[in-house]
């Protein structure tokens, strides 16, 4: 049966019911459900916008009308997306012979939406599209440590782990977009014949599709779906420096005081983990901070913010897990002992999706952080094997013992910037190894988590990056060097650092960050100081040569800060990418589809990456411009017409930048 209901287009058969609504500009959101009652939740959606649909009921189907996108469901129930060109965009795969004069009408019997009771209420969700043209691009979906940028044919895993983010907004080259807004773990297959998503454990169907003519509208209506970042504070504009660890106050001024000797521009420096006394007690540990009172003054006289990190164990021996037990704002298990981690102390995670427990936490981190004048968290986590989401009842899966757990990364994100919000502060900026969709308007900057210092582990980062943008989350970073391993004295890691560094300058946040050899000595027997830090890792531990190009791009990253402003600011209004894919930027120039190496920072700026041992000379596609127009090098000002190859040659010192005359 189909009918129209309180402006949605309606189908129900059987136990299913289906719904299509008007949900922003030139889109639907679609759900269904096989239990008494559709879900309410709207997980990454705004509330619902006051868009109304043409909708018109015809004997053998019905169709809704909004702006650019039309939906069509038959009579059997068999949905479809065109555009208003009439282009087909989406179909559902379905063969079965409701339909007998549907042309796919098989004998196979297979669903386009198939529910698979589970134990317990919930189902086991397959949905499935129709691959209607092979020669079709899939961009988005989040961060996956892999080096493609077209996800056409691939095989992703919606889950969360540390370095892998899935942000299940999907950009076509066929003109649509669609987020799959459903937050239970599952799979995502971009097939060449079936394209197809599951939960693996849910209640409906929901997904919301969108139809535009370039990819800038398809991502313009997805950000005023789901939120835009705030704008990005001044400090997030420029160089932020970082290792693991800092082990004591000294060490850290020490760092501070030779970039401003040095006359090297510096926005902020990080205090990483266990700078506390046990996990769970979130303050300074007083035998290796002894006064953090006149560090971060010191910092402020030398115009450097401060950044701590923040996780959320607690340790069964601190000061606040009996307080906090007894208030309930720790995980729970259904079994077994509770212990989540036994990583440097026996922890338990607090319960984020307790909005008591968020304000408990926001109250210690105010009280010994913010009011201190710290505006800048890293919330950090201890790398769970598998995240779920829902953005009010999230679970956090780390291992069959436990039953629910902190929300990671959205609320515990909301529990600080809903605070600092209540504080009237200025925005907080949350830097998150994760993110789902939605995650970027609580102030989410989302790092690519703990990353090997290789080439192909750089080469990753590039698709990761590009990717998160078209899946609207613009604010994104990443360990220049790597964080895992590599050796400052080592000439080839040196060189790695050099090629990261250069293109860490044209990234949406400059952050130096890692792990390196060799480990430094313990530095004391209590607290966090049994937690031992790798070499130094400032731009001068890596010799002269190597600090005199990082001393010129440092230099290039302010020369650009007002540039990086505005593009902020297209990120906070628009939900705009920082970086770019060429295709974004150039959507009529076909080659541009085809490049993943090549990206451009902002609208202005075309960046070429060196991203091989050894390379000193690229071949370079600028793409075609204007007839008023031209490329002009960065380095050596020369300009070139557009809609050409050219041979560019690299040096150490140089990566090819064209600013776009």
Sequence with gaps: MIHEDAGRLC????????????????????????????????????????????????????CAVNGKISATITKGGKLSFHNSDGKLLLEEYTRNRRDIVDPKCSAIEVEAREFRPIPGGDYHLTYRLESLDLS????????????????????????HRNSQASVPFAVSSLGYGLLWNNPAIGRAVLGSNIMSFEAYSTKSLDYWVVAGDTPAEILESYARVTGTVPMMPEYGLGFWQCKLRYQTQEELLEVAREYRRRQLPIDLIVIDFFHWPKQGEWKFDETYWPDPDAMIKELKDLRIELMVSIWPTVDKKSENFEEM????????????????????????????????????????????????GIKTFWLDEAEPEY????????????????????????????????????????????????????????????????????????????????????????????????????????????????????????????????????????????????CCSGADNEVWSYGPEVYEICKTYMGIREEIRDYTRGLMRQAHEHGTPVMRTLFYEFPHDAKCWEI?????????????????????????????????????SFSNNTSYEGGQTIQFDCPLDTMPVFLKS
């Excluded at 360990?479 to 560094?501: A, S, Y």
């Excluded at 202005?604 to 370079?620: D, S, W």
Aim: proline share 4%.
């Design 11 to 62: 189908f129900k058969y059987d136990a299913e019911k289906v719904w299509i609504e008007p949900w922003g500009d030139n889109a639907f959101r679609v759900r269904a459900t096989k239990v008494a009652s559709m879900p309410t939740e709207d997980w990454a959606l705004n509330k619902k916008p006051a868009e109304k649909a043409d909708i018109a009921i015809h004997d053998t189907h019905a």
């Design 596 to 632: 993943s190496e090549q990206y451009m920072y902002g609208n202005k700026y075309l960046c070429c990456p060196v991203l091989e041992a050894g390379q000193t000379r690229l071949a370079i596609y600028l793409p075609a411009l204007q007839e008023d127009q031209k490329w002009v």
């Design 136 to 159: 079709e691009k899939i961009f988005g979906m989040g961060q996956y440590q892999q080096p493609y940028l077209n996800l056409k044919g691939h095989d992703l895993e919606l889950a």
């Design 387 to 530: 995240t779920a989401y829902d953005f009010d009842n999230y679970r956090y899966h780390l291992g069959s013992n436990l039953s629910i757990g902190n929300v990671y990364p959205r609320d515990y994100a909301r529990a600080f910037f809903e605070g600092q919000e209540k504080e009237g502060q200025e925005n907080i900026v949350n830097l998150l190894r994760c993110a789902w969709a939605g995650s970027q308007k609580y102030g989410a900057l989302v790092w690519s988590g703990d990353i090997a210092s290789s080439w192909s582990s750089f080469r990753n980062q590039l698709a990761a990056g590009l990717n998160m943008g078209l899946a609207g989350i613009p604010w994104w970073t990443t360990d220049i060097g790597g964080f895992h391993g590599g050796d400052p004295t080592d000439k080839n890691f040196r060189e790695l650092f050099v090629r990261w560094f250069q293109w860490g300058t044209f990234c949406p946040v400059m952050r130096l960050h890692g792990d390196r050899e060799p480990r430094q000595p313990q530095q004391g027997t209590t607290g966090g100081a049994t």
């Design 325 to 372: 037990r007894e208030q309930g704002h720790l995980i729970r298990v259904d079994r077994g002992v509770r212990t989540g981690l036994d990583f440097e102390g026996e922890t338990i995670h607090f319960d984020a999706t307790n909005p008591s427990a968020r304000q408990y936490v926001w109250n210690k981190c105010k009280e010994n952080y913010f009011s201190k």
